[in-house]
């Protein structure tokens, strides 16, 4: 057998200079080189429901597995290898920085501690290749996808930063329903200096026009952060655009500044849903409520500043932001989802130990069964877990 990190050098090296669509096909011979009897990679569905194998010769055994009720599925929920009942296969987590993309089979003869950890450290290269190729690959997109997108939901999921990111004092989680049909709702979350920060849009309307709003609101965000520019000045250059060139798109916002040393939460929040403060298994209601500024689009942050709230967060709190669309969703009976319900699901999930994008697959599972899969809004929800080092 080959030296092990020669096999994953080799690896990175061949996959300069080769398309997305040979990817599991390298990382199988990379497993081959190690000892391993064979290899298939897996990745994510858009709606995180199920695993999908990427194409390689031979194809893999299964083409799809489902995230809830397989083996597959449990080591990407719990972001932890698993090991077959025989002891011939693992399932290996396949996460690129804190957001997980899917997960590596690799089957052999037997598996010790040593080969295990070679197994983690091949699909730790292949989880960092898979989302460097991605960004360039309609193979490897494709692959993630059920049915088609439409046109204003390709548009913002080609503005939306990965789905979770994160260091060691801070996870930041979102998720968004209708994946294939989104319209007018949009997040950006971003790792600043000594800081994270957060952004939640809702722009009126399901249509292409609302999302080019929300896709223009996320660029003025960022145009305005990235040149040194603090909340007060990101709200009024939203509006700005807005209002010059998407004058008959209102929008509601948060925006916000997460302090990973101290914890200190600044927001402004623009006619949008207070987020919740959840803390030791349970939310602290009204600790985030403020009276709201006027929403986006009519002008009127361009003349005054907006208001900036702030308050101290403690170690292992989370922060809930969504828009009305979990809220509002309505059962086919006319049951309203609810703030309550929204709340209790991310709860019970953290009560089990589950992470951040664990706890928020969980939420949407639960509205996408409340609404029998037919969502009739935007719903978008974004969670922040802020964990800082013990020093």
Known sequence: MEPQGKVLSDLV?????????????????????????????????????????????????DRTLGIDGSLAGLAY???????????????????????????????????????????????????L??????????????VERRRTMTVQA???????P??????????????LEPAYDIGGDAFDHSLIDRALHLTLLDSMGHDLASGAASAAGLAACRATRRSGGSLE?????IDKILSQWFADRLM??????????????????????????????????????????LPLGWGFHTSAPPTVHHVRLQPGDRILMYSDGFTEARSPAGDLFGEERLADTVIRATSAGDPAPEALRRLVQTLLQHQHNQLRDDATILLTDWHPRTR
């Open 129 to 142: 290749l898979l989302d460097s190729m991605s960004t360039h690959s309609d193979v490897l997109v494709e």
């Open 162 to 175: 990965p789905r979770t990111i994160g260091t060691e004092q801070v996870t930041s989680s979102a998720f």
């Open 13 to 61: 090296a061949r996959s300069h200079l080769v398309p997305g669509r040979d990817l599991a096909e390298l990382v199988s011979e990379a497993g081959r080189r190690m000892g391993l009897g064979s290899t298939a990679v897996y990745v994510a569905d858009l709606q995180q429901a199920t695993l999908v194998a990427l194409p390689q010769a031979p194809a893999a055994e």
């Open 77 to 127: 929920r719990v972001e932890g290898t698993q090991r077959s009942a025989d002891g011939g296969t693992v399932w290996v987590p396949m996460i690129a920085g804190v957001n997980r993309l899917g997960v590596l089979k690799a089957s052999g003869r037997g598996f010790d501690e040593e080969l295990i950890g070679w197994c983690e450290a091949l699909a730790g290269v292949a989880a």
């Open 252 to 293: 509601t916002a948060i925006v916000a500044n997460l302090d990973t040393d101290d914890g200190t939460l600044s927001w402004v929040n623009c006619g949008h849903p207070a987020p919740l403060l959840i803390r030791e298994g349970r939310v602290l209601h009204g600790m985030l409520e403020r009276e709201a500024d």
């Open 233 to 237: 000045d990101i709200v009024p250059m």
């Open 154 to 160: 390709e548009l913002l999921w080609a503005f939306l």
